[in-house]
């Protein structure tokens, strides 16, 4: 394999990394907190590209204007789905199975917001001005645009920032409170009814801060968060379910399986050998890379 | 005199299709502690959880200091000022010990009266303030159970429901354990106990209850039941 | 509690003869449709549903009497009708047996399937299943060989009836559709009741309960995994056999989530739940078959409504109302009849507690 093959791997690594990073991590923050797997992550993706490129291509704005309408938009929209589609099962949930039942109604949230934007938009490409052009070249025949770098940079930052809110402030104390023991936060006074939107909100406004970026990259249309929910889905299970370090490691490990397949085998076949690993994984370690459900780490 | 202090009248409740207690009264003076015994599974804990919210009553009351919190979730009735310290200790184990505390004042309005609460919780309890940035879950039982007991001082209470504070400990443990109960009962507190080990309570008990199949069958100053042959012999053992 | 009991165990314990009467005569009206319905369209789209129902009520039996978070069934499918089309096309042997082949070729790829779901913690199987549904359409797309057509599909496969003309052909398979819908119906909510569909459900709703009883969650995984693969890949047979060609496009994401929106709607579990389920989200397909996003959009809507206030779906719903109904009718009679209804209504409905 040649040197260039190598940081070809490397710098996709990080940049795939860090990408996929940001969009589990918010799933990763709702599974720790709201014990379920939030299917309208990927659509939450799909809304920022959207914004982006309503506020980048139509009206010709500030890319930070994006990144700020995407960020708000996608929290409302998440903190509603939680409401309309999560707390109402709250209630029943040790008499239902909680888990696939709310499996089925984010994703009928998902099949919702994805249609909605078909019918408003319909079902073309739409190109989403990158947020910075323009690339350097890195080593020979490995070009970097610096779409993908901010955009690494850019995640990088988010999940360092939910990080530190997760560990000092009052709130991101409360909900780590909530991950590990529902019954004593509650005794603590946290309001979780107002908790749970709360950090459905953030998790998704991190995909969608996500999805401006991606637009960049791979145009904004209405199914286009199908393959960042699948992606996250498999961050997410493969780290472990609820453990915030296990996602980010296996983010960057997916990361680069899926750059190593991309360099020997082409990018056709990379997302199928990326399923064949993770059968092989899943039928080798049930649990994934770290940690069982049970064992919530935030 | 003002009114009882807790009141819980008629009290059914219990998970799913199961009912654990039923039809229970139980009346705690002010200042008073209340000790709650009987045989396992009988509802001792699922009475204490009725009261503090994290269950709904099926039916019955719960008047806290007059006020009817009956179906309120525990987020509403911890901020009235009623502390529960749960069976095990209900540590976020993953959390160090001083945060377990700073979440313990959760409600409190300012960073500063969190500390100012911290320090006094540290003053009381120089064990958990050896411990203050080790994480929850490398601590000794009888460790976690003080740090339990410190949490549960973290914030201005009316009542104080303890659940099994002695479960699963060393004697030496215990008696560190029920040193702070008593600490906390001279302060005026009220509290309501569940123990299954009457050795220690003896200190500590002003009115003794019995429950058993979800009702209270038996109540009494401790002097009076403790004397009871036949209460003696059936749920405690040796004195 | 009647004291009472009858003498012989029916293996439908929630029909009654009135019961079997109306199931009796709505497959007659079935039945009958296509000496009436001269639109040929209309014909298709209902032979259609039927095939669709029968890979509705296989999966059915998997996620939801069983419980398993099986999201490979569509592959399971596609291996029936590949496997069908592909013996129908190379062989000389007769197309009913490459049926039968096909469903075979299924029952084994779930077999294998059903092994790695057993040690995997519920979601876990979800992405393990669905996994396996990507391999699978992956290699079926990317075939070099020519066997497969990849992304072409199958050339014309001659089918069940290439003997037949056009629209006689077209019966037969309605008529075949329907036998296999009612067989299926029949077997499926048969074995929902015997020891075997008991296990399924103590192991889906109580797993500690049931293996300290002593079940062998294995054996009924295998046996839950295999009746519904083969029933999927007869169904998968049954489309290549009418469509006369199959391609990767049956599988994926979109067919999936218009398939389990007909489950869930209908009642996930139940015996009648695939046939309301099916038929209601056929029709509001059909019916905006122009505008696929509005057509969407009601059906999450809708998923999300009955899930939320109606978790064991349509068929759930009616069966609480026909209760009622009867139940006002006797004027408070307790007769034997009602005791039993009350107590086995639903083939297994997830808020049923199965001693």
Redesign the interface.
Known sequence: MAMTDIVGIAVSTIILGSIYGLVAIGMTLIYGTLRILDMSQGSMVMVGSFIAWGILVVAGWNPALAIIAAFIATFILGALTQLVSVQPLMRRRSAIDFEMVTFITTFAVAMVLTNVALELFGPFQRNVTPVISGGISIYHGVDLPYQSLTMALVSIAMMAALGVFLARTRWGMAIRAVAQDLDAARLMGVPVGKLYPLTMGLASALAGVAGVFLGGLYFAYPQAGDLPLLEALIVVIFGGLGSLPGTVYAAYAIGLIQSAAEVIVGTTWSLPILYGVILLVLIIRPYGLLGKPSEARL | MSGPMLEVAGLSAG??DTTVIAGLALTVQAGEAAVLIGPNGHGKTTLLRAI???ITPSAGRVLLDGQDVTGR???QI??LGL??V?QGD??????TVE?NL???A??AASWRDRRAAVARVYEQFPVVAERASQRARTLSGGERRLVALGRALMRPSRITLIDEPSLGLAPVAIDAVYEAIGRLKESGATIVLVEENFTHVGAVADAVHVVETGTIIASGPYAELSADPAIVQTYLGSL | MSDRQPLTRSAFPAMTSGRWALAGLAVLLAAAMPLVMTNQYALGVMITTLILLVLNISWNFVLGVAGVWNFGQLALYALGGYGAGIIMLHSSLSPWLALLAGGLVAMVAAILLAFPTLRLYGIYTSLLTFAFAEVIQYVILNDGSGLTGGSFGLPIVPGLYSALSLAASAKAYYWTALAVVVISTVLLAAIGHSRLGIALRGIRDAPAYAAARGVDPLRYRIGAFAISGFLAGVAGGLYVSYDQSISPSVMGLTPMSVYVTMLVIGGLGTATGPILGTILVQLVATLLVTHPGAEFTILGIFLLVVVIFVPDGLAGMIGRYWRRIAAWAAEGEQTETEAADAAGETEGSPDQHVA
């Open positions: 998970y799913l503090s919210g994290l979730p525990a987020e911890s901020a502390v529960h749960p209900g540590l976020f184990a993953e959390m945060e700073m979440m313990g959760f409600p």
